[in-house]
């Protein structure tokens, strides 16, 4: 499960930064320029679609990077 979660929150972020998947690990919102803040709603409308959730407001700031995002998702939605 873990494996196939990574993958998707790795292809989710590639597409909606019009990025290689290899690089998806190197990219930050606010520090790379292709994650500015639309990217950054396209990443979380995409998550939340994907994974069937509602993320809460107070989640939206961990959506920062490929590592924060696969944590947040295991911890808070997704049942084992």
Request: aromatic share 8%; glycine share 2%.
């Amino acid at each position: 499960m873990a494996i196939d979660l990574e993958h998707k929150v790795r292809m989710i972020v590639a597409t909606v930064l019009d990025i290689e998947e290899s690089k998806v690990e190197d990219f930050e919102r606010g520090v790379s320029t292709e994650w500015d803040s639309m990217a950054w709603v396209n990443i979380i409308a995409a998550l939340e679609e994907e994974f069937e959730i509602e993320l809460q407001d107070a989640d939206y700031e961990k959506v920062s990077s490929y590592r924060m995002i696969c944590q947040l998702i295991k911890e808070n939605y997704i049942k084992s």
